[in-house]
């Protein structure tokens, strides 16, 4: 079974901070996928990463940038926190590229902003 | 611009109900569509269709694709109340590598 692993279930930081959410898969997945989850708006995606050091928007990537030093993990880095940040936050992995593979989602940051 | 509408937004039963829940989609090249249940914690996938017509089923649950009217739909008989849960559904597209989801449709069944 793929395990896609969130280093936090809950972080509270306050606005201005330099904030980190990590994601870790445990299945050599060559995608990985940074989402946020609002009430009303479901998921959107705010980055993805197809291989290592290599990065792709999504649809609301401002205010956020991503890292993938490595194949197993993938980091989502708000730089300078804001209150419009407060969310779920949720990573997920898929295997091959293009394919018609499901992702495979950790249990999410619920990220709240001060 | 690609759109996925899931309706309702929102679905109150009681136990034993059978619910219908819909997903309408307007992508461009159209490959799949994927169906996940999140209770509190991460989305499991449940189902994926590629053919219209053809139901897929797990025990109570069942979805079906219609490729010429773009939508799916997921039904869930004799709901109970381990039902309860958000229900996503994304299309997936040929040569593209990321999904959109929808807003989901949130059930809870009651006792």
């Known amino acids: 079974d793929v395990k896609v692993t969130q280093s936090s279930r809950y972080l509270v930081k306050r606005t201005g901070e330099k904030v980190f959410l990590e994601c870790v898969q445990d299945?050599?997945?060559?995608?990985m996928f940074w989402y946020r989850q609002d009430p009303g708006l479901g998921l959107r995606l705010i980055y993805f990463?197809?291989?290592?050091?290599?990065?792709e928007k999504g649809d609301i990537p401002e205010g956020y940038s991503v890292s993938r030093e490595k194949k197993e993990r993938f980091s989502l880095i708000l730089e300078s926190a804001s209150t419009n940040q407060t969310s779920m936050y949720l990573c997920?992995?898929?295997?091959?590229?293009?394919?018609?593979?499901?992702?495979?989602f950790g249990d999410g940051t619920r990220l709240s902003i001060l | 611009e690609d759109k996925v509408v899931q309706s309702p937004l929102s679905l109150v039963v009681h136990e034993g109900d059978t619910v219908t829940l819909n997903c309408s989609y307007e992508?461009?090249?159209?490959?799949?569509l994927l169906w996940y249940k999140q209770e509190k914690k991460a989305p499991t996938f449940l189902f994926m269709l590629?053919?219209?017509?053809i139901e897929k089923k797990s025990g109570r649950l069942s979805s079906i694709l219609d490729k010429k009217e773009l939508f799916s739909i997921l039904n869930i008989t004799a709901t109970q109340t381990g039902d309860s849960a958000v229900y996503l559904c994304?299309?997936?597209?040929?040569?593209?590598?990321?999904?959109?989801f929808g807003a989901g449709t949130r059930l809870t069944v009651k006792p």
């Open positions: 997920a992995s898929k295997g091959r590229s293009y394919s018609n593979q499901p992702q495979h």
């Open positions: 299945m050599d997945h060559e995608n």
């Open positions: 990463s197809y291989d290592v050091k290599m990065k």
């Open positions: 992508v461009t090249n159209f490959r799949s």
């Open positions: 590629t053919s219209s017509g």
């Open positions: 994304a299309p997936v597209e040929y040569n593209n590598n990321d999904m959109r």
